[in-house]
């Protein structure tokens, strides 16, 4: 699993509010339901690395 950094995020109450709800909708927490849009956001626009094919040994 790649690693995890803490990040300070100030944002709007409202968009806060909108996210939480969201989040409450796909049963993930806000936190889960962030790092997912920003995820996809990046994925659309090409900006995320390309996955490796690392083939595991089947067990």
Known sequence: ?????????RVD??????M???????????????EYVLREALRRQGRLPKPTSDPKPAS
């Not at 699993?1 to 995020?9: E, G, I």
């Not at 109450?13 to 909108?18: F, H, I, N, Q």
């Open 20 to 34: 939480q709800r969201w989040a409450n909708d796909d049963l993930r927490s806000l936190n889960a339901q962030i």
């Open 1 to 9: 699993m790649a690693a995890r950094k803490a990040f300070a995020l």
């Open 13 to 18: 109450a409202t968009v806060l509010d909108a």
